[in-house]
């Protein structure tokens, strides 16, 4: 056990007290057992791994949402005046918030520890907020929470690891093309969710991206475009969660495969 450098004391809306405790730790080389990976992120299913693997939302998430939708309500019903009533209900709306934070932060947690742990590089779509933000439903703008701070975890901890991670340019169209023979589809309509190719293969359409985007962020390491920069001094880890907002405001910008311009998935050309 290190004894911590700093301590910090704060409370939330909720009203609950938090302690953060600032530690040096030296975290152990472990070698990952697969080399690459590629990760669709979803409304549907919350992460799609190339390999097939599908990681549902979390279970409370809908029940949760409901309850926050109706809480809102209430607490806009409030008269200005009534200053008790409507503390209260701001402080189930706080309360509502924070609970949903928490179980998603440890969902996030587990699944981006096990990422990292298991592959050498993991290859993501790069979503930017401001693409994010027009639809404003509230499953929606949890989801780019979820989706914000995924990334956010994933990038430090593969920073501690050793591992990569490739974000693919957004204009990429994962969805439309077809994993197996490089066919792009005219459209791909939301609603469809399995789709057969002109070459006969079946696809599930988040499993499809998800394969097209480990082959396009293979292919953008390969172009000697958008690998980041190992920084060794930061495989020197510290653990606490003020570390990882800092972590996450200090990253490396948004990396957007440049130099190889997306194309047919097996015909790529370098333009360097
Ligand atoms: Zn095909």
Redesign the pocket.
């Known amino acids: 056990m290190a004894s911590p450098s700093t301590v910090t004391v704060s409370q939330d809306a909720a009203g609950r007290w938090f302690v953060s405790l600032l530690c040096e730790d030296t975290i152990p080389d472990a070698a990952a057992t697969n080399a690459a990976v590629g990760v669709d992120v979803g409304l549907d299913s919350l992460l799609t791994l190339s390999t097939g693997e599908k990681v549902a939302n979390l279970r409370h998430e809908r029940r949760d949402r409901d309850r926050l939708a109706l809480a809102q309500r209430r607490l806009a019903r409030k008269v200005k005046g009534d200053g008790a009533n409507r503390a209260k209900a701001r402080i189930k709306v706080a309360r509502i918030h924070a609970r949903i934070a928490d179980r998603r932060r440890d969902h996030l947690h587990k699944l981006t520890t096990r990422l990292v742990r298991d592959n050498q590089t993991i290859v993501i779509e790069d979503l930017t907020v401001a693409n994010l933000v027009k639809n404003h439903s509230l499953a929606r703008a949890i989801f780019d929470v979820a989706w914000r701070q995924f990334r956010e975890l994933l990038e430090y901890k593969a920073d501690w690891y050793g591992r990569t991670v490739v974000a693919v340019d957004r204009w990429f169209p994962s969805t439309k093309l077809?994993?197996?023979?490089?066919?792009l589809a005219e459209t791909m309509p939301l609603g469809v969710r399995t789709w057969i190719?002109?070459?006969?293969?079946v696809h599930d359409r988040d499993v499809n991206a998800a394969r097209n985007l480990l082959a396009e962020g293979l292919s953008v390491i390969a172009c000697g475009g958008g690998v980041r920069p190992q920084r060794e001094s930061s495989r020197m880890g510290q653990s606490s969660a003020k570390q990882e907002t800092q972590r996450a405001t200090a990253g490396l910008p948004p990396l957007t495969g440049e130099r190889c311009q997306p194309m047919n998935v097996r015909g790529r050309k370098c333009s360097r």
């Open positions: 077809c994993s197996a023979c490089g066919t190719c002109r070459c006969g293969v």
